[in-house]
């Protein structure tokens, strides 16, 4: 594919980070494990595999600045910005799950200019660029065109680190199980964003999320012709870490029957 050139050294970044966290995973037991706050953990595994990514990034863009998860960061005012996780899914990673993303966003401001999340025990590489699309693996994807809320395979995420808002949580959990045709909680926000670009998940809805989480996984859904709301349907997902995203078909469904919940209102 011929992606801009900053796209192309955030792929090589994820997939050189990609190739380490496997080696990693694969040797899992030997980790250092810590809880950097309540519902939270960090391994060894987390920052190795960011110092990777920021090695690349910083030597095809060194005047880039850089907002990571584990590092903080760097650079902080400059125009550009890159949004890193390294690894999206660390109690996945840490159990011995398969199931977890590199996460790479580029923002200029508030406006996110690509995406990039690979999953590297599935070998699935998401990209998106602003008005280019959204693909895997170079294949073109769009999301999907279910119109019917009652068919719909939706996705969430429980409150791990907030537990004062579990019950308004299940009370949206309650509202939209009984409307949809399933619900799944993977453990990835990065990858429940792109699997409902890509169509395998009509829609996403998950509250007190960080930018790291979710700002390259929005942007490909937005090139896959997806919507993506903050709770008031507004654009201040990115900053208050609470969203829906769906399809175009789907979107207003789905955010009804959030606002219509307890969460909406907590």
Known sequence: MNYAPHTNVAVRAARQAGARA??????????????????????NAD??????ILYHLKRGYPQFGIQAEESGWQGEGAGRYWIVDPIDGTDNFIRGIPHFAISIAL???????????????????????????????????????????????LATGFPTRHKEKLVAYLDSFRLLCAACHGIRRQGSAALDLCYTADGRYDGFWESGLAPWDIAAGVLILQEAG?????????????????????????????LEKVQASELYRS
């Open 107 to 153: 923002a200029e401001g508030n406006t996110l200019l690509s995406g990039v999340v690979y999953d590297p025990m599935g070998d699935e590489l998401y990209v998106g660029e602003r008005g280019g699309g959204a693909f895997l693996n170079d294949r073109r994807i769009r999301s999907g065109q279910n119109r019917l809320l009652s068919r719909a395979l």
């Open 47 to 52: 920052t190795a595999v960011e110092r990777e």
């Open 22 to 43: 496997v080696d990693l995973f694969r040797n899992r037991h030997e980790l250092d494990i810590q809880s950097k706050a309540f519902g939270e953990w960090v391994s």
């Open 226 to 254: 997806g919507l993506i709301t903050d709770f008031a349907g507004g654009g201040d997902y990115l900053a208050s870490g609470n969203l829906v995203a769906a399809s175009a078909a789907i979107h207003g469904r789905v």
